[in-house]
């Protein structure tokens, strides 16, 4: 498979000022060595709970943060020290595009359905002339399940998931190759969450645009990507293909999330205790496993060296003491 | 607690909309009940019906919620005497029940001193007992903190362990776990079930996640439309559910044991309670709809295994229980 997007080493350090007249300065390591690729037309699902860094690293592909170092490759190009050329800046833009979970703060209130989508059509240049144009955002309404009649709505007349349906439109309208989905049927109801997960897929088959799919719901996850990568503060703990990765996870927390996540079927064992103890401890990051004071197969070394990650089985990565 | 005939209106310049239309149930003790429910199902403003917390322009507009003997909407007393103490409710979000600028000691320590007439240090010890029932660790610690020192767990924590302090006989939390993590979540519910068996305490537990009901409650309400549709045993809910919507909703649940090639959908979207189809309020959305369903509004049926349901397609299959 082709690969079309490589993130090598990212991380983003953010600097917190604080102390009297802000002269200390502490140091928040959201994204740490994280390490990964997303081949043409596939979804790659990213999964974890909040402060993971699972949003930090989406936006930082679409330029929304500046990470503090490592490289993201578009095709075979570095893109992570973006030259403030505009021109190449566009052409970025235009390829990776980004679906928010608030579909309703990330549309003006001033402007109609239509016009959201005409605006990056005038951006980038895709479409000219207003017939042409109007065809064709009738052509993209009809691809995310919008009628020809909504186009000149405002975003308040529309429901929540019809709203998350503008903000694909407004993706796919520049054609990209990639699409950052950042927790985009997490706001919404199970019934519309179905119709847009389908619809999401229904684009992808069409276009053949590969999606990063940001979550923490493990369910969703499963079921629309092609292979997962499971992040912990900070770090990528887990990635493997999904069958793999549900079949056999290997790292301690995978196990616990998968556990975690209530089933609704009403025919599974109850399990007596909880998956997992504590909470997320933010002091542990580099210092050693960030996951130790949760882990149930923690020893000794887990409290004093960091995890690498180890390669367990083909394309199945780890980080993780126990593989060693 | 009983509930019955509840009516709760909210009347808007739009005109009149009915979020809880009729409905009715029943609380042993020692029970867990789960509502579920899309949003505008009705849900929420069911159980704030209950404290009498409805906030503006709603207001209770009929029903009896009878609780010990006494009903609660009558007897202008009653709720007085029970509200925060007897029956207590827990929010998605902490934060805004507690107060950020008092420390979580003083918080907790507030109703056990008024209450039980305590000096400081004994209803200090007090709530130490109380947090340590929640299973938080370092609780001496914990009640010099404010609440914005807390994670999103910790302070649903601190809720519960409040609702410990006054000896509530009746936990109403409404989508307490949404906005947690998946680990933490399960901490929650592992909670609220120990201390159930515990204290035989009730709960009624509301939210939109199947999986969550399916983890913690003995038995379900569907709600759609202001009304429940169906009502059994989580257990039957989940494994022959009944009702045409439940059956959906169920099916469009992407699974964490299961392999779905393509999620089956509901078409539509929950109508405005303003605008409400005619007949059931299901029919618009329905696959199975009749002529019948558009034009005559369902009762809720009880079928022979106690099964309730309101949907035409088991009329004459049991005893109509409610209109």
């Known amino acids: 498979m082709e690969e079309i997007l490589r993130v090598e080493k990212l991380e983003k350090h953010f600097i917190k000022e604080t102390g009297f007249l802000k002269k200390e300065k502490k140091v928040f390591k959201a994204v740490n060595d994280v390490s990964f690729h997303i081949n043409k037309g596939e979804t790659l699902g990213l999964v974890g709970e909040s402060g993971c860094g699972k949003s930090t690293t989406g936006r930082m592909i679409v330029d929304l943060i500046q990470p503090t170092s490592g490289s993201i490759f578009f095709e075979g190009k570095n893109i992570a020290d973006r030259s403030r050329d505009r021109k190449s800046q566009l052409e970025i833009r235009k390829n990776i595009q980004m679906i928010f979970q608030d579909s309703y703060a990330s549309l003006d209130p001033r402007l109609t359905a239509g016009q959201a989508v005409e605006e990056a059509l005038d951006i980038h240049r895709i479409v000219t002339g207003k017939k042409e144009k109007r065809e064709y955002i009738e052509k993209i309404f009809a691809d995310v399940g919008l009628q020809k009649e909504q186009i000149d709505r405002y975003p308040h007349e529309f429901s929540g998931g019809q709203r998350q349906r503008i903000g694909i439109a407004r993706a796919i309208c520049l054609q990209p190759k990639i699409i950052i989905c950042d927790e985009p049927v997490s706001a919404l109801d199970v019934s519309i969450q179905a119709q847009i997960i389908n619809n999401m897929e229904e684009i992808q088959k069409k276009y053949g645009i590969s999606y990063l799919f940001i979550s923490h719901d493990l369910s969703v996850v499963k079921h629309i990507s092609d292979r997962v990568i499971v992040m912990y503060l900070g770090y990528i703990f887990e990635e493997a293909s999904k069958e793999e990765l549900f079949a056999r996870p290997l790292h301690p927390y995978t196990r616990a999330l998968v556990e975690a996540t209530p089933s609704t079927n009403p025919d599974l064992p109850k399990r007596n205790r909880p998956a997992l103890k504590n909470e997320i401890d933010t002091s542990l990051i580099g210092v050693c496993c960030p996951f130790a004071n949760r882990c149930d197969s923690v020893s000794d070394i887990c409290w004093k060296q960091e995890p690498s990650v180890t390669e367990a089985a083909d394309g199945h990565k780890v980080r993780c003491h126990l593989y060693k | ?323």
Not at chain 2, 204 to 227: Q, R, S
Request: proline share 4%.
């Open chain 2, 1 to 323: 607690m009983d509930v019955k005939n509840l009516h709760t209106y909210f009347y808007t310049k739009a005109g009149v909309s009915k979020a809880v239309n009729g409905v009715n149930f029943s609380l042993r003790e020692g029970e867990i009940l789960g509502i579920i429910g899309e949003s505008g199902s009705g849900k929420s403003v069911a159980v704030k019906s209950i404290l009498q917390i409805v906030p503006r322009p709603g207001k209770i507009a009929e029903g009896q919620i009878i609780y010990r003997g006494r009903d609660l909407l009558a007897d202008k007393q009653a709720i007085g005497q029970v509200r925060g103490k007897d029956i207590t409710m827990i929010f998605q979000e902490p934060m805004t029940s507690l107060n950020p600028v008092l420390t979580i000691g003083r918080q907790l320590t507030e109703g056990i001193r008024l209450h039980l007439g305590l000096s400081k240090e004994e209803a200090n010890q007090r709530a130490c007992e109380f947090l340590k029932q929640v299973k938080i660790t370092n609780p001496e610690e914990l009640l010099t903190r404010y609440p914005h020192h807390l994670s999103g767990g910790m302070r649903q924590r601190v809720m519960i362990a409040m609702a410990l302090a006054t000896d509530t006989k009746i936990l109403i939390a409404d989508e307490a776990t949404t906005a947690l993590d998946v680990t933490i979540q399960q901490q929650i519910i592992y909670l609220l079930k120990e201390l159930r068996d515990r204290l035989h305490m009730s709960i009624i537990f509301i939210t939109h996640d199947m999986g969550v009901i399916n983890e913690i409650a003995d038995n379900t309400a569907v709600m759609y439309c202001g009304k429940i549709q169906e009502y059994a045993s989580t257990y039957e809910v989940m494994k022959h559910p009944r009702h045409p919507y439940t059956e959906a909703l169920l099916k469009a649940i992407p699974s964490i044991d299961a392999e779905q090639q393509k999620l089956s959908t509901i078409p539509g979207s929950v109508p405005s309670l303003l605008a409400l189809p005619e007949g059931c309020s299901f029919s618009n959305r329905c696959t199975q709809c009749t002529d019948r369903c558009r034009e005559e509004e369902p009762k809720l049926i009880r079928l022979e295994d106690g099964h309730r349901v309101r949907c035409w397609k088991y009329d004459g299959q049991g005893e109509v229980v409610d209109s």
